[in-house]
């Protein structure tokens, strides 16, 4: 995949680039969280996997971290994936919610996600669940927040956050963006209209990270760097995803994977495995 990035708009620890990338074209497929039916599975509620169908004419495409708020317990899907339509397969999920199993059996989602620190939780440790289940109490530390939700957390702390005037710019289908000086996430979509319905969501939970940063501009030249050094990743670890396949690739710089369906990339992530926050776990 070849990118282009812009200039950079900073707010506090937070700065965000645009992203231009030479693919494109039709879209048939969704990200309308509306079209997906979420409940516990069949045979009773599972930390690990929710039923995700597809009740609409095409497929619905579900991101990593994405919430499915509700059930016995709120998740976060811990991989990305096509529901086909008409489809109802199981997804794999992560609970962010510790102290609570109980409830009906109904989810929603209406296409929240988790923060960029949380979803990382999902690589490179042994025991997954304990590890977003540490991550999501140290966001949590010193609220009050009995279950230790992170849904919750999402609801108080980013009702003062507002990047609602953020203007994407004529054929941006991505954005990067840097924390605390360095590059931290990016995000790459098949077309403009499809980083649309997810950017508010992707603005609102590296805030919520940007938290726990020092508030100082990311430099235009170590944004480029970190692009440079995705586009040379080589990405080759395969696996299903739904109707899709998910395509993945680690190098000492960058965790990247790519979302391809029929015969297109659709979706595209890259994270910075040397930040400071992640780093430090």
């Known amino acids: 995949m070849t990118l282009h990035i812009g200039r950079g708009t900073t707010r506090g620890a937070m700065t965000v680039f645009p992203l231009w990338s030479a693919e494109g074209g039709p879209d048939r497929y969704t990200l309308d969280p509306r079209h997906l039916v979420v409940s516990e599975m069949h045979d009773g509620p599972d930390v690990g996997r929710l039923m995700v169908g597809n009740a609409g004419d095409k497929a619905v495409l579900v991101l990593?971290?994405?919430?499915?708020?509700?059930?016995?317990?709120?998740?976060m899907a811990t991989r990305p994936v096509m529901?086909?339509?008409?489809?109802?397969?199981?997804?794999?999920?992560?609970?962010?919610?510790?102290?609570?199993?109980?409830?009906?059996?109904?989810?929603?989602?209406?296409?929240?996600?988790?923060?960029?620190?949380?979803?990382?939780a999902v690589r490179g440790h042994a025991d997954v669940q304990g590890e977003v289940w540490e991550?999501?109490?140290?966001?949590?530390?010193?609220?009050?927040?009995?279950t230790t939700s992170f849904v919750r957390h999402l609801d108080e702390r980013?009702?003062?956050?507002?990047?609602?005037?953020?203007?994407?710019?004529?054929?941006?289908?991505?954005v990067l963006i840097g924390v605390g000086g360095q590059p931290y996430v990016g995000e790459v979509f098949s077309s403009q209209r499809r980083l649309r319905v997810q950017l508010d969501a992707i603005l609102r939970a590296a805030a919520l990270d940007a938290w726990h940063a020092p508030g100082v501009?990311?430099?235009?030249?170590?944004?480029?760097?970190?692009?440079?050094?995705?586009?040379?990743?080589a990405l080759?670890?395969?696996?299903?995803?739904?109707?899709?396949?998910?395509?993945?690739?680690?190098?000492?710089?960058?965790?990247?994977?790519?979302?391809?369906?029929?015969?297109?990339?659709?979706?595209?992530?890259?994270?910075?495995?040397?930040?400071?926050?992640?780093?430090?776990?």
């Open 135 to 146: 991550r999501v109490a140290r966001h949590t530390a010193g609220t009050d927040n009995p």
């Open 83 to 120: 529901v086909g339509a008409g489809q109802r397969i199981a997804v794999e999920v992560a609970c962010v919610e510790q102290g609570r199993w109980g409830g009906g059996r109904a989810q929603r989602t209406v296409g929240r996600r988790a923060t960029p620190y949380i979803r990382e």
């Open 64 to 75: 990593e971290g994405q919430l499915f708020e509700g059930g016995w317990q709120h998740r």
């Open 217 to 233: 501009p990311t430099p235009g030249r170590r944004a480029r760097r970190f692009v440079d050094r995705f586009e040379a990743a």
């Open 158 to 174: 980013t009702a003062s956050v507002d990047w609602s005037d953020y203007r994407l710019l004529p054929g941006q289908s991505g």
């Open 236 to 281: 080759g670890d395969r696996r299903p995803a739904g109707e899709a396949e998910e395509i993945a690739g680690r190098t000492p710089y960058v965790d990247a994977s790519t979302l391809r369906w029929q015969g297109r990339d659709v979706h595209s992530r890259m994270t910075n495995v040397r930040h400071p926050m992640l780093v430090a776990g």
